[in-house]
């Protein structure tokens, strides 16, 4: 598919738009957390994932699953631009009786493949779409999208190992490694390092790139796309908060929501 870049620089740029209205209508957290994701959940949806509200049901649909659940408002503004359903319907985020919970649910939302939340859980239910569709014959692929904070769940290095030993080509997983998890940095809380390194021992491909380069993120996908015997890993360096000086590589915007005059502030940023 040709690469309109403007366009997915526009569809992030709405993402981190919507997720900042959503976030502070209803009073939710992790609004760094999606603004760190926005350019490649917009890459994901506006160009690389065979999947649309046209194809929702067809077993050969791409798989995505929002691992890191938390920024699942980043989720729904994605599949708003892209058509899943009413922009309108963002509006419902987090309020009482709307299926746009504050972690991504799959729940009567067209577009979610699995509802997640709990930390270390989606890898592993990627892993086994990925597999069940070796055993279909299907050319699908799965995609998973981790944080950095995430990998300290043991769960994940077992699907690591799984995914390897199947020789699972057709399951790519994206590393949102913003460096900052929960309270602190990730190196204070448990370091990672050396990261890429864990990911090539556990028999992965690895492609380290800019997260927030609409460019670096096409071009690593498709390189993963072309892998034959193993399952990529791509290491998103990015930055927790991207696009709001403020938020920006700043602990207190993981649970934090933007009010009156930083709402405003952050709007005027966005713009």
């Given at each position: 598919m040709e690469v309109n870049i403007k366009k997915l620089e526009i569809i992030a740029k709405n993402i981190r738009n919507h997720a900042l209205d959503m976030t502070s209508r209803g009073s939710s957290s992790h609004i760094a957390s999606v603004f760190s994701i926005a350019d490649i959940l917009s890459c994901l949806?506006?160009?690389l994932l065979n999947i649309s509200p046209k194809n929702i049901n067809n077993p050969n649909?791409?798989?995505?699953?929002?691992?890191?659940?938390?920024?699942?408002?980043g989720v729904y503004a994605a599949l708003a631009e892209t058509g899943f359903f009413k922009k309108k319907?963002?509006?419902t985020h987090y309020q009482d009786g709307s299926n746009l919970s504050g972690h991504v649910s799959?729940?009567?939302?067209?577009?979610?493949?699995?509802?997640?939340?709990?930390?270390?859980?989606?890898?592993?239910?990627g892993v086994g779409f990925a597999l069940a569709a070796k055993f279909d014959n299907r050319k699908n692929k799965v995609v998973?999208?981790?944080?950095?904070?995430?990998?300290?769940?043991?769960?994940?290095?077992?699907?690591?190992?799984?995914?390897?030993?199947?020789?699972?080509?057709?399951?790519?997983?994206?590393?949102?490694?913003?460096?900052?998890?929960?309270?602190?940095?990730?190196?204070?809380?448990?370091?990672?390092?050396?990261?890429v390194d864990k990911w090539k021992a556990f028999g992965w491909n690895v492609i380290e790139i800019d997260g927030h380069s609409i460019t670096e993120i096409i071009?690593?996908?498709?390189?993963?796309?072309?892998f034959k015997s193993k399952p990529t890993c791509i290491v998103a360096h990015t930055i927790k908060g991207k696009g709001v000086s403020f938020f920006e590589n700043n602990v207190l915007w993981h649970y934090r929501s933007a009010k009156d005059d930083e709402y405003?502030?952050?709007?005027?940023?966005l713009k």
């Open positions: 949806y506006g160009n649909r791409d798989r995505f699953i929002l691992s890191k659940g938390h920024a699942g408002a319907l963002l509006e799959h729940k009567n939302i067209n577009g979610v493949e699995f509802s997640t939340g709990s930390l270390g859980h989606g890898l592993p239910v998973v999208l981790l944080s950095d904070g995430e990998c300290d769940e043991g769960s994940n290095w077992e699907a690591i190992m799984f995914a390897a030993h199947h020789k699972l080509n057709n399951l790519i997983t994206i590393i949102d490694y913003n460096k900052i998890q929960s309270l602190d940095t990730v190196e204070n809380t448990l370091s990672l390092e050396p990261f071009e690593s996908y498709n390189k993963a796309s072309s405003k502030k952050a709007k005027s940023e």
